[in-house]
């Protein structure tokens, strides 16, 4: 008995040790984690987790592997916890499938851009502490004075017969458990799946829609007559914020001079408030009940198929960890042009891609479909417009960050009225549609800002998108009505190839008018959005 008691002795520093970020997430969780039940969870996941390594250590007989693994444990188990903590005090959630799609999807840049707002110096000084603290305590004063000692506790001599065989069992229970029931709570294995999906996603894309044609598609009709069309894919930008939607500030001055002209639905929403999930279903035939599936042409390779010559002209950085999946998509484009291919690349202005657009559009070219990727107005807000374009100040009585994010909607607005203006010089028949891949929350219904599917807002759906067309268009578009009844229609982006080839008219075998915004056919249908949700209804 009194062995008994004297192996627990040497036991406590050693445990209190391991479970030493287990305690931490035990304090502070217990003000982060939104729901008890969720606390709990994570909890039980993590103790257990913590555990399950603890005890695989001693299955190792020498010492020198038992420390080497025992500080290694430290490291990941502290930074598991720093990362749980982050999202969780950041987000008020846990780390996500598609908060990781955003990780996998950035490059260095990107994500520096990420979390640029987010990382507070005080927040990284805490976390260096944390673990060079604990593993300063552990080399220092434990394992040099003979505290602690992985070498002679009987308790946790495992490595011989029956009490091995005990502990190997329990290890692989305890992993399944957590496989089968915490697998959510535990980071490791969400990276793993998460990365795994995208992995098997980006394949599928490369293999079908990186393709100039798809071979899903079959041209019904089109037309040969001169055509210049210019689609802008927006970026972050809700039409909360926008002039032209009702927004109480003037961030919509150079679109608003030319309301008459534009053609402003009112109630679109974005499939999805992440970048990546919502232009994969707005540029391909993928939608809610069809996700990701090898026919789900794009829009590319619609116009394609109908004899346009496309470019896809991008402010986004072409590379994530492979490549971005928005880049995979334009990649159908027979031409491409990336602005923003350096590392340091954060700070180039959507202005950019103007002369380049210019250069596209006088191009001796009698179909055109130009594609248009901006960097809008993504965190940090205040990196997306020049000096010139501080119009909202912090003198009037806002937070920092609606002034920041206001800015930057005011300088879109700048851009797409230029890229309106460019087009019109032309005096052709053609057309620029505007919309945005998602919107952003900038203290409007809940004190955050940024978006988050986990969290999603109605300002994270909510987007901007209009039409605008030239004179030479007009003709073409007898069966567009201008009535408000048209601008009320609920749509979601989703099904945005059939608005786009009505508007291009572009006859194909799986077009479906009554998904078509503009058609006199359009039928509202529900608009479903995370896992089946009614947006109009809950
Ligand atoms: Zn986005």
Redesign the pocket.
């Known amino acids: 008995m009194n062995l008994f008691f004297k192996d627990l002795k040497k036991l406590l520093p050693i445990g209190g040790i391991v479970l030493y970020p287990f305690f931490v997430f035990l304090i502070f969780g217990f003000f982060y984690v939104p729901s008890t039940y969720g606390y709990l969870k994570e909890i039980v996941a993590f103790g257990l987790f913590s555990v399950i390594l603890f005890v695989t250590i001693f299955l190792f007989k020498p010492l020198k592997i038992r420390n080497f693994l025992f500080d290694f444990l430290i490291v990941l188990l502290s930074i598991l916890i720093i990362v749980k903590l982050f999202f969780y005090s950041t987000y008020e959630t846990k780390l996500s499938t598609s908060a990781l799609y955003v990780i996998f999807e950035s490059n260095k840049g990107e994500i520096s851009g990420y979390f640029y707002d987010f990382i507070k110096t005080s927040k990284v000084l805490f976390v260096l502490m944390f673990l060079f603290g604990i593993l300063f305590f552990v080399k220092k004063y434990l394992r040099d004075k003979g505290t602690l000692n992985l070498s002679d506790i009987p308790l946790l001599c495992f490595t011989n017969g029956i009490a091995k065989i005990f502990v190997l069992i329990f290890v692989v229970l305890s992993s399944m458990l957590i496989y089968k029931k915490f697998n959510d709570e535990n980071i490791l294995i969400e990276i793993y799946n998460s990365y795994a999906e995208y992995v098997d996603l980006k394949t599928k894309l490369k293999n079908t829609l990186a393709k100039e044609k798809s071979d899903y598609i079959k041209l019904v009709s089109k037309l040969d007559v001169a055509q210049t069309y210019v689609v802008v894919i927006g970026?972050?930008t809700s039409s909360w914020h926008m002039q032209l939607y009702d927004y109480a500030r003037e961030t919509n001055p150079l679109l608003s001079e030319i309301k008459d002209e534009l053609i402003i639905f009112k109630d679109v929403i974005a499939p999805h408030?992440?970048?990546?999930a919502?232009?994969e279903k707005i540029l391909t035939m993928s939608d809610y009940s069809n996700p990701n599936v090898k026919e789900n042409s794009s829009i590319i390779q619609i116009a394609n198929e109908a004899g346009f010559t496309t470019y896809w002209l991008s402010n986004q950085q072409p590379i994530g960890i492979d490549e971005s999946i928005p880049t995979l998509i334009g990649n159908a484009a027979q031409h491409k042009y990336f602005i923003n291919t350096d590392d340091y690349g954060d700070n180039v202005y959507d202005e950019k891609l103007l002369p380049q657009l210019q250069n596209i559009l006088n191009e001796d070219v009698t179909k055109k479909m130009v594609f248009v990727h901006l960097m809008?107005t993504?965190t940090p807000y205040k990196r997306r417009y020049p000096k010139e374009f501080q119009f909202f100040n912090n003198d009037s009585g806002f937070k920092l960050k609606v002034n920041e994010y206001d800015n930057a909607i005011r300088y879109n607005d700048f851009v797409i009225r230029n890229i309106i203006e460019k087009v019109r010089e032309l005096e052709t028949n053609s057309y620029v549609l505007y919309f945005?891949?998602?919107g952003d929350e900038v203290y409007d219904t809940m004190d955050f800002f940024g978006?988050n599917e986990y969290h999603a807002t109605k300002p994270m759906y909510e987007v901007p998108f209009i039409f605008w067309f030239s004179k030479g268009y007009k003709k073409n578009i007898s069966h567009i009505k201008e009535s408000d009844l048209l601008l009320e229609r609920k749509y979601n982006l989703e099904n945005f190839v059939h608005s786009f080839s009505d508007v291009s008219q572009i006859n194909f075998n799986r077009l479906d008018s009554t998904k078509s915004i503009f058609s006199n056919k359009f039928k509202e249908s529900k608009r479903l959005i995370k896992k089946g949700i009614d947006y109009d209804k809950d």
Not at 273 to 276: A, K, L, Q, S, Y
């Open positions: 970026e972050s408030v992440h970048t990546i919502s232009l809008g993504h945005s891949d998602h978006h």
